[in-house]
Nanobody, 122 residues
Protein backbone atom coordinates (compact mmCIF):
# COMPACT_ATOMS: atom_id res chain seq x y z
CA UNK A 1 0.00 0.00 0.00
CA UNK A 2 1.44 3.34 -1.09
CA UNK A 3 0.40 6.40 0.86
CA UNK A 4 0.68 9.74 -0.90
CA UNK A 5 0.58 13.11 0.84
CA UNK A 6 0.40 16.32 -1.15
CA UNK A 7 1.48 19.76 0.05
CA UNK A 8 2.18 23.21 -1.34
CA UNK A 9 -1.26 24.30 -2.44
CA UNK A 10 -2.61 27.74 -1.70
CA UNK A 11 -3.89 31.02 -3.08
CA UNK A 12 -1.92 32.81 -5.79
CA UNK A 13 -2.61 35.63 -8.22
CA UNK A 14 -2.87 35.01 -11.94
CA UNK A 15 0.59 34.88 -13.49
CA UNK A 16 2.13 33.58 -10.28
CA UNK A 17 3.77 30.28 -9.43
CA UNK A 18 3.35 27.42 -6.99
CA UNK A 19 5.21 24.19 -6.41
CA UNK A 20 3.32 21.16 -5.22
CA UNK A 21 5.01 18.24 -3.53
CA UNK A 22 3.85 14.67 -3.06
CA UNK A 23 5.62 12.49 -0.53
CA UNK A 24 5.24 8.74 -0.80
CA UNK A 25 5.47 6.27 2.05
CA UNK A 26 6.64 3.37 -0.04
CA UNK A 27 10.32 2.49 -0.03
CA UNK A 28 9.91 1.16 -3.56
CA UNK A 29 8.70 4.58 -4.73
CA UNK A 30 11.20 4.46 -7.57
CA UNK A 31 9.31 1.48 -9.02
CA UNK A 32 6.23 3.59 -9.67
CA UNK A 33 5.30 6.02 -12.39
CA UNK A 34 3.78 9.13 -10.85
CA UNK A 35 1.27 11.68 -11.97
CA UNK A 36 -0.88 14.67 -11.10
CA UNK A 37 -4.59 15.11 -11.71
CA UNK A 38 -6.90 17.98 -10.88
CA UNK A 39 -10.59 18.48 -10.29
CA UNK A 40 -12.26 21.86 -10.59
CA UNK A 41 -15.65 22.56 -8.97
CA UNK A 42 -18.45 20.94 -10.93
CA UNK A 43 -16.04 19.18 -13.29
CA UNK A 44 -14.62 15.70 -13.63
CA UNK A 45 -11.13 14.88 -12.46
CA UNK A 46 -8.66 15.33 -15.30
CA UNK A 47 -5.13 14.18 -16.06
CA UNK A 48 -2.45 16.87 -15.80
CA UNK A 49 0.92 15.19 -16.12
CA UNK A 50 2.90 11.99 -15.52
CA UNK A 51 6.51 10.91 -15.15
CA UNK A 52 8.21 7.54 -15.52
CA UNK A 53 9.96 5.81 -12.63
CA UNK A 54 13.34 7.07 -13.83
CA UNK A 55 12.13 10.58 -14.58
CA UNK A 56 13.35 10.30 -18.15
CA UNK A 57 9.94 10.67 -19.81
CA UNK A 58 7.11 13.04 -19.02
CA UNK A 59 3.68 13.68 -20.46
CA UNK A 60 1.43 16.74 -20.15
CA UNK A 61 -2.11 17.74 -20.87
CA UNK A 62 -2.28 20.37 -23.62
CA UNK A 63 -3.76 22.88 -21.19
CA UNK A 64 -0.59 22.96 -19.07
CA UNK A 65 2.18 22.35 -21.59
CA UNK A 66 4.92 24.93 -21.34
CA UNK A 67 3.67 26.16 -17.95
CA UNK A 68 3.84 23.11 -15.65
CA UNK A 69 6.82 20.84 -15.00
CA UNK A 70 6.76 17.49 -13.23
CA UNK A 71 9.90 16.11 -11.61
CA UNK A 72 10.84 13.53 -9.01
CA UNK A 73 13.51 12.82 -6.44
CA UNK A 74 13.61 9.09 -5.81
CA UNK A 75 16.05 9.51 -2.92
CA UNK A 76 13.38 11.58 -1.13
CA UNK A 77 10.38 9.54 -2.32
CA UNK A 78 8.89 12.77 -3.62
CA UNK A 79 7.37 14.02 -6.84
CA UNK A 80 6.94 17.70 -7.61
CA UNK A 81 4.73 19.84 -9.80
CA UNK A 82 6.10 23.27 -10.63
CA UNK A 83 3.29 25.48 -11.87
CA UNK A 84 4.14 28.77 -13.57
CA UNK A 85 2.05 31.40 -15.33
CA UNK A 86 -0.98 30.26 -13.41
CA UNK A 87 -4.43 31.12 -14.71
CA UNK A 88 -7.78 31.30 -12.90
CA UNK A 89 -8.85 28.20 -14.84
CA UNK A 90 -6.07 26.26 -13.10
CA UNK A 91 -8.07 26.55 -9.88
CA UNK A 92 -8.77 23.01 -8.66
CA UNK A 93 -7.94 20.38 -6.13
CA UNK A 94 -4.72 18.74 -7.28
CA UNK A 95 -4.19 15.04 -6.65
CA UNK A 96 -1.01 13.01 -6.72
CA UNK A 97 -1.26 9.50 -8.18
CA UNK A 98 0.94 6.42 -8.53
CA UNK A 99 0.86 3.46 -10.86
CA UNK A 100 2.98 0.67 -12.25
CA UNK A 101 3.32 2.41 -15.60
CA UNK A 102 2.72 5.87 -17.12
CA UNK A 103 -0.26 4.46 -19.02
CA UNK A 104 -1.69 3.07 -15.81
CA UNK A 105 -1.15 6.39 -14.05
CA UNK A 106 -2.88 8.35 -16.80
CA UNK A 107 -5.90 6.03 -17.10
CA UNK A 108 -6.43 4.29 -13.78
CA UNK A 109 -3.90 4.98 -11.05
CA UNK A 110 -3.34 2.39 -8.36
CA UNK A 111 -2.99 4.96 -5.57
CA UNK A 112 -4.26 8.46 -4.88
CA UNK A 113 -3.37 11.21 -2.48
CA UNK A 114 -5.95 13.24 -0.58
CA UNK A 115 -5.49 16.36 -2.70
CA UNK A 116 -4.39 19.92 -2.14
CA UNK A 117 -6.34 23.04 -3.10
CA UNK A 118 -4.90 25.50 -5.60
CA UNK A 119 -6.78 28.75 -6.09
CA UNK A 120 -5.73 31.30 -8.70
CA UNK A 121 -7.29 34.73 -8.39
CA UNK A 122 -7.74 37.06 -11.36
Amino acid sequence: QVQLVESGGGLVQAGGSLRLSCAASERTFSNYAMGWFRQAPGKEREFVTSITWSGSTTSYADSVKGRFTISRDNAKNTVYLQMNSLKPEDTAVYYCAAGRSPTRVARSPDYWGQGTQVTVSS
